[in-house]
């Protein structure tokens, strides 16, 4: 970039510098014609007249670097804009309204909302709140959703379980939750958990844990404040009376989830 600015700088200043050789004759030839009693103001005269040759040749040498300059300048601001322009395309892109239908998901056929189920945790979500809550963050597949009268009994292949100092190693583990929120068979989640006593159990119940679709994207609720930056609205179908999220879901790329892990172990 340095060359091919310097490069620019020279051939702009030959293309633009007066030429020096023709202003000296046609100096001399007006001299010519004077009188030998001027030629003691004449000399002086050249002088004057070189000094100011010289010096609108400086001046035409910096004006015209000081225009390559801001045209090189301008080129370069318009380039940096237009990236800019490119990335913010890219982001409103990401942020285009979808149906949770026209994103990819494994078949299932369990069902997404029970009305029965009442919620063991805390009424009102907030991350902030939750992740103070929560022992580790797993990505889970679901491999068995038993749903019983009052409760939900998920048998959950790890995926990968992830502590505030680095990545745990675990197989399989069960938990039963009373969340009207089911997760459902065939799918991956990745949700925040408790361990007490040796025993899993979801960080907070009542909201849709964070789902991920085949293709790498996620669906989170609105709560989720570290998830939100660049993520598009999803539209969903409410579910029963009591589903309270279905107008409140988004979705985002799956890389977003290291923002909400760094924020977790910061706390």
């Known amino acids: ?26 100096i001399e030839g007006q001299l010519e014609n004077k009188t030998d009693k001027d030629q003691t103001q004449i000399k002086v005269s050249r002088r004057n007249y070189r000094k100011f040759a010289a010096a609108a040749a400086s001046l035409v040498l910096i004006i015209g670097g ?8 301008s080129e370069s601001d318009s380039v940096s804009k237009h990236s800019i322009e490119t990335a913010d395309k890219a982001r409103l892109e990401n942020r285009e309204e979808k149906t949770y239908e026209q994103l990819s998901f494994s078949h299932t056929d369990t069902k997404a909302y029970e009305d029965s189920y009442i919620p063991k945790g805390d009424d009102y979500f907030t991350e902030d709140s939750v992740l103070e809550d929560t022992d580790f963050f797993a990505d889970v597949t679901v491999l068995s959703a038993r749903l019983n009268s009052d409760s939900a009994h998920y048998t959950l292949r790890i995926n990968s379980l992830v502590s ?60 989720w404040k570290s998830l939100d930056d660049d993520s598009g609205i999803l539209k969903g179908s409410q579910k029963s009376k009591n589903d309270y999220f279905y107008d409140r879901m988004r979705y985002s790329s799956k890389n977003d989830l290291q923002d909400l892990l760094a924020k977790w172990r910061t706390m």
């Open 1 to 26: 970039m340095a060359k091919n600015i310097k490069f620019l700088y020279k051939k702009h200043i030959s293309d633009t510098a007066p030429d020096m050789e023709k202003l000296w004759d046609r």
């Open 66 to 73: 000081v225009s390559l300059y801001a045209d090189i300048r």
């Open 164 to 223: 505030k100092t680095g990545e745990e190693s675990k197989t399989n583990i069960t938990i039963e939750s009373s969340t009207p929120y089911i997760m459902q068979e065939n799918r991956e989640y990745f949700i925040p958990l408790r361990k007490e006593n040796g025993t899993y159990s979801m960080a907070f119940e009542n909201a849709p844990q964070i789902e991920i679709s085949l293709d790498g994207d996620i669906v989170f609720q609105n709560g």
